[in-house]
T-cell receptor, first 113, second 111 residues
Framework: ETGVTQSPTHLIKTRGQQVTLRCSSQSGHNTVSWYQQALGQGPQFIFQYYREEENGRGNFPPRFSGLQFPNYSSELNVNALELDDSALYLC????????????FGQGTRLTVV | GENVEQHPSTLSVQEGDSAVIKCTYSDSASNYFPWYKQELGKGPQLIIDIRSNVGEKKDQRIAVTLNKTAKHFSLHITETQPEDSAVYFCAGHTNAGKSTFGDGTTLTVKP
């Protein structure tokens, strides 16, 4: 098992609500990347945080935002939830921005109803 | 933006046979190509990776090859075992912090 922990593991929200997902990073890692994985598809890159700053972003709207804390743990916030936001949200921690030696958490399954 | 295409989407082999999964990428800035194995209910697990300055890498039964000119890379699993059954993803990463994954290959190894 990796040292990357995500919470909560499952979550049900109503359309229009806001949600915060959390991710601890592996010891010694300073980079966290977030992904959205729809059923039967590959993870889609949302954004990456490196030393508390956003370092790269995929094709997701601004209502997807994040934070990284001094201990390198991270949060993903999604505002104005839509039904299509239902997915598995994964975070991965890495010792660098190229994401070598990345460890993934087990994911948070978000269902929007 | 970067596009990573992965083939085949499903692959069924007999135990002991070899399995090959292929990916192509579009962004010349991609310089790191990992392969992940994802089992049901778990996050992806890194199984092998290759950097753009290397053509081939092997780790026991698993090998990866990279053709930078053609922009394609492949995963080779030899002597497959039932526990190799899972979904496999290829990915391309850049120094700009961007990652692009393929759509996955469901590998089934029949005993």
């Amino acid at each position: 098992e990796t040292g990357v922990t995500q919470s909560p593991t499952h979550l049900i929200k109503t359309r229009g609500q806001q949600v915060t997902l959390r991710c601890s990073s592996q010891s010694g890692h300073n980079t966290v990347s977030w992904y959205q994985q729809a059923l039967g598809q590959g993870p889609q890159f949302i954004f990456q945080y490196y030393r508390e700053e956003e370092n790269g972003r995929g094709n997701f709207p601004p209502r997807f935002s994040g934070l990284q804390f001094p201990n390198y743990s991270s949060e993903l916030n999604v505002n104005a939830l839509e039904l299509d936001d239902s997915a598995l949200y994964l975070c991965a921690s890495s010792p660098n921005v190229v994401n070598t030696e990345a460890f993934f958490g087990q994911g948070t399954r978000l269902t929007v109803v | 933006g970067e596009n990573v295409e992965q083939h085949p989407s499903t692959l069924s082999v007999q135990e002991g046979d070899s399995a090959v999964i292929k990916c192509t990428y579009s962004d010349s800035a991609s310089n790191y190509f990992p392969w992940y194995k994802q089992e049901l209910g778990k996050g992806p697990q890194l199984i092998i990776d290759i950097r753009s300055n290397v053509g081939e890498k092997k780790d026991q039964r698993i090998a990866v090859t990279l053709n930078k000119t053609a922009k394609h890379f492949s995963l080779h699993i030899t002597e497959t075992q039932p526990e190799d059954s899972a979904v496999y993803f290829c990915a391309g990463h850049t120094n700009a912090g961007k990652s692009t994954f393929g759509d996955g290959t469901t590998l089934t190894v029949k005993p």
